[in-house]
Nanobody
Framework: QVRLVESGGGLVQAGGSLRLSCAAS????????MGWFRQAPGKAREFVAA????????YVADSVKGRFTISRDNAENTVYLQMNSLKPEDTAVYYC?????????????????WGQGTQVTVSS
């Protein structure tokens, strides 16, 4: 059974940094696409970043490019989202997701497994 558990969220001032972690378990994720999404109150779930585990191809949304970095630790089966220069508009619940799609897709419907989410709040 696939399980994704996020951690690392919290309250930070604008300009600060946070690193989110996603501990993945239940299967081998080689060939999977691992992604981060976020959802602010009253808004749709939004793609943030993703990579294909085996190929290492990465893609980051324009809204966070240059500020957010997605990475992985193969030994720990963990995916990270390093978030720098945070802005109040980055405030949202951040979700880790995994999908069997062999190319990176930005629509949440392409992902089969989801974590419970972690709250990130950026104060101005």
């Amino acid at each position: 059974q696939v399980r994704l558990v996020e951690s690392g969220g919290g309250l930070v001032q604008a300009g600060g940094s946070l690193r989110l972690s996603c501990a993945a378990s239940g299967r081998t994720f080689s060939g999977y696409t691992m992604g981060w999404f976020r959802q602010a109150p009253g808004k749709a779930r939004e793609f943030v970043a993703a990579f294909i585990w085996s190929g290492g191809v990465r893609y980051v949304a324009d809204s966070v490019k240059g500020r957010f970095t997605i990475s992985r630790d193969n030994a720990e089966n963990t995916v990270y989202l390093q978030m720098n220069s945070l802005k109040p508009e980055d405030t949202a619940v951040y979700y880790c997701a995994a999908g069997t799609t062999r190319v990176i897709r930005v629509g949440p419907e392409a992902y089969d497994y989801w974590g419970q989410g972690t709250q990130v709040t950026v104060s101005s």
